[in-house]
């Protein structure tokens, strides 16, 4: 038997509330055990003045309990990423371990950060495209899968990006049950 996914979605402060929540709620419908890490606290609030009690804190996770890291963009949230050593320690020990990292909006910008992209095609919002490195950006594209990293643009295509997720985790046949559950449009 197929054991459950797990996902772990660090918020930092100033994070995206729309792909945040769409992330964890998509994911939970679709079976898989998600947790939320606050970066410093487990309450963590968003660009948009919305807060979210986390799970846990990040201290409190390590890579061997996860299958994935989902990082949710928005600003400052993605810059308090970027510059955490920790979240970027973890992304390259999640990276190096063979595990599965996405991230939406500005986020692949801390997956650049941490030194994971390499010439692996993403996307992501328009005007970072410029921190990503040698990862060749795919502008046309709303979400990109390229290996073991996910990518999307922006608050726009979080239910897209997570349906992506589900059907990587999940496979495609889970992934259009929720998609006519949802009434989603993919």
């Known amino acids: 038997m197929k054991s459950v996914a797990r996902v772990l979605v660090p ?5 995206e509330e729309i792909e945040a929540v769409t992330i964890i709620d998509t994911l939970r419908r679709a079976g898989i055990v998600v947790t939320t890490a606050g970066l410093r606290a ?4 968003g660009a948009h003045g919305i807060s979210v009690m986390a799970d846990t804190t990040f201290d409190q996770v390590g890579t061997a309990d996860f299958d994935m ?4 963009g928005g600003m400052p949230g993605t810059t308090n990423l ?8 973890f992304i390259r020990a999640m ?3 063979g595990k599965r990292l996405s991230a939406i ?3 692949p910008m801390v997956l650049a950060k941490a030194g994971v992209l390499g010439k692996t095609p993403v996307t992501c919002y328009p005007g970072v495209e410029s921190t990503l490195g040698d990862a060749p950006f795919r502008a046309d594209e709303r979400v990109v ?8 643009r922006g608050p726009g295509t ?4 997570s349906l992506a997720i589900v059907e990587e985790l999940c496979g495609a046949e889970k992934a259009a049950e929720l998609t006519r559950a949802m009434i989603a449009r993919v």
Do not use: M, W, Y
């Not at 890291?69 to 949710?72: A, R, Y």
């Not at 899968?145 to 999307?152: F, H, L, Q």
């Open 158 to 161: 979080a239910l897209e990006f």
């Open 145 to 152: 899968k390229s290996g073991k990293v996910i990518t999307s």
């Open 105 to 107: 909006c500005a986020a």
């Open 95 to 97: 990276h190096q371990q």
């Open 42 to 45: 487990t309450k963590v609030d």
């Open 11 to 15: 918020l930092a402060e100033g994070f």
């Open 82 to 89: 970027a510059e955490n050593a920790r979240v970027l320690a």
């Open 69 to 72: 890291l989902v990082l949710p």
